[in-house]
């Protein structure tokens, strides 16, 4: 199997609010492959981000743009169906979370969207047991899922490897306390999408830094055969 392109995703919580138009044109323009939108509703996660109104303005000021939404929310089957009408390209859901999961990645794909789960630190490989064939992407947090920031937890690099090794044909996404050198041990587990805020947007010029990342992380993939 050919590998995977390996894609770096700015996440948009970190950028400027009072800019965001601004900050999410800089990203494309320094060479991301997309934008990354975190969704938190004050409830499964401890903070409260944005809503669909906030993705249907990124939208509509960058319509060619790949938005990936990460639903950090008690009911993402009720939610779901928003964010894609606001201009989700993939929808990323919480296997934690209290819902339908299987109809919820259902109504997703049948939208035409691309469909996810999200794991927490504390969560094994196997609670994606059963939705396998549903599955266009496994994101697996390497940190608390909440707030910006945090440090990178190396126990998600082993969940990477396994999700690689069961489902070879699913982009593997990683997010929390992605830097270069993180970044280069997801990838070297197997990882192909890489999710990073503070350390993209916080960048004294983000176009190296996306640069950097980039090189490292396929240098990291060649290497590693």
Same mark, same amino acid.
Do not use: D
């Given at each position: 199997m050919k590998p995977k392109a390996i894609q770096i995703l700015p996440s948009i919580l970190s950028a400027r609010m009072g800019y965001l138009a601004e900050d999410c044109r800089r990203a494309l323009d320094a060479g991301a492959d997309g934008l990354h939108v975190d969704i938190m509703d004050g409830h499964f996660v401890p903070n409260l981000t944005m809503g669909p109104d906030i +993705? =249907? &303005? $990124? =939208?509509?000021a960058l319509p =060619?743009?790949? +938005? *990936?939404v990460h639903l950090m929310i008690m009911r993402p089957d009720l939610y779901a169906p928003r964010f894609i009408a606001a201009g989700a390209d993939? $929808? #990323? $859901? /919480?296997?934690e979370s209290p819902c339908d999961l299987r109809a919820t990645l259902t109504a997703i794909r049948s939208a035409g969207k691309r469909a996810g789960l999200t794991l927490n630190p504390e969560t094994p490989v196997a609670a994606l047991q059963g939705y396998e064939e549903l599955l266009d992407e496994v994101l697996v947090m390497t940190v608390h899922p909440g707030f910006g920031g945090q440090e990178f937890i190396a126990g998600g690099l082993p969940? %990477? &490897?396994e999700i690689v090794r069961r489902l070879p044909a699913v982009d593997v996404s990683v997010d929390g306390? %992605? /830097? &270069?050198?993180?970044g280069v041990q997801c990838v070297a587990a197997g990882a192909n999408v890489l999710l990073a805020g *503070?350390? #993209?947007f916080k960048a004294a010029d983000m176009r190296d830094a996306i640069a950097n990342l980039r090189w490292k992380a396929e240098s990291a993939r060649k290497a590693g055969g």
């Open positions: +993705l =249907r &303005a $990124v =939208r509509e =060619r743009a790949y +938005l *990936s993939t $929808v #990323l $859901v /919480h296997v969940k %990477i &490897a306390g %992605i /830097h &270069a050198e993180t *503070s350390f #993209l």
